[in-house]
């Protein structure tokens, strides 16, 4: 089945430390990207990425940092610059032409704590 | 910076009655979009509104967008306690004629249907 998968699903990351979340997808779309979502509060674009070595910030970039050198692979690293890193962390991708009637489908998440 | 703002963000209904979650938004943009979140999980797509006017139905759940007012409602009619979610809107905030979206969402409409 086509779909994107994130993993892990929980992460506990301790002061300091670096940690990556992984997000692949199997849909051959061109465009991914990471959302963060916190309590009551609506999602947030982190990176975003059109083509295979290509990608841009988002609105909260800072303390993150991606790479796509795979179609299907967008990784974020969530950096110890990032000083309130906890949250509910979302990976979506869309095929992106916008003559069609795209949508982005969401992975299932994963969900980060600082212990 | 494109703002969305839902309304109400907080909504507490009987099974059967009807209501309508309001989304305003601050600049053009000619794509926008509802999802449905279900508790700790991801966003599931539900509507895709592409122009002035457009009107989907899909059950109890009935979206439509007015581009010129920068409006869109979703209406919910019979509520049933399966609807009992958070709905959130986004808009695509890509300049014209370019290729790749990001999406800017409300903050989300919690929805709690009882009996």
């Known amino acids: 089945d086509g779909g994107i998968t994130q993993s892990p699903k929980y992460l506990f990351r301790k002061e300091g430390q670096n940690v990556t979340l992984s997000c692949e997808q199997n849909?051959?779309?061109?465009?991914m990207y990471w959302y963060r979502q916190d309590p009551g509060q609506g999602l947030r674009l982190i990176y975003y990425?059109?083509?295979?070595?290509?990608?841009q910030k988002g609105d909260i970039a800072e303390g993150y940092s991606v790479s796509r050198e795979k179609k299907e692979s967008f990784p974020l690293t969530v950096t110890s610059a990032q000083k309130n890193p906890t949250a509910f962390y979302l990976c979506?991708?869309?095929?992106?032409?916008?003559?069609?009637?795209?949508?982005?489908?969401f992975g299932q998440g994963t969900r980060l704590t600082v212990v | 910076e494109l703002k969305v703002e839902q309304n109400p963000l907080f909504l507490s209904m009987q099974e059967g009655k009807n209501y309508t979650i309001y989304c305003n938004y601050s600049?053009?943009?000619?794509?926008l979009y509802w999802y449905r979140q279900d508790p700790g999980k991801s966003l599931e797509s539900l509507f895709v509104?592409?122009?002035?006017?457009a009107v989907k139905q899909e059950g109890r759940l009935m979206a439509s967008l007015d581009t010129k007012a920068r409006l869109s409602t979703l209406h919910i009619t019979a509520a049933v306690h399966d609807l009992s979610a958070t709905y959130f809107c986004?808009?695509?905030?890509?300049?014209?004629?370019?290729?790749?979206?990001?999406?800017?969402f409300g903050r989300g409409t919690q929805l709690t249907v009882w009996p």
């Open positions: 979506a991708s869309s095929i992106d032409r916008r003559e069609w009637e795209t949508e982005a489908f």
């Open positions: 849909l051959n779309h061109d465009a």
């Open positions: 990425s059109q083509i295979v070595n290509d990608f």
């Open positions: 600049t053009t943009s000619d794509r």
């Open positions: 509104l592409l122009s002035n006017g």
């Open positions: 986004a808009v695509d905030g890509a300049d014209r004629g370019s290729t790749l979206g990001r999406l800017y």
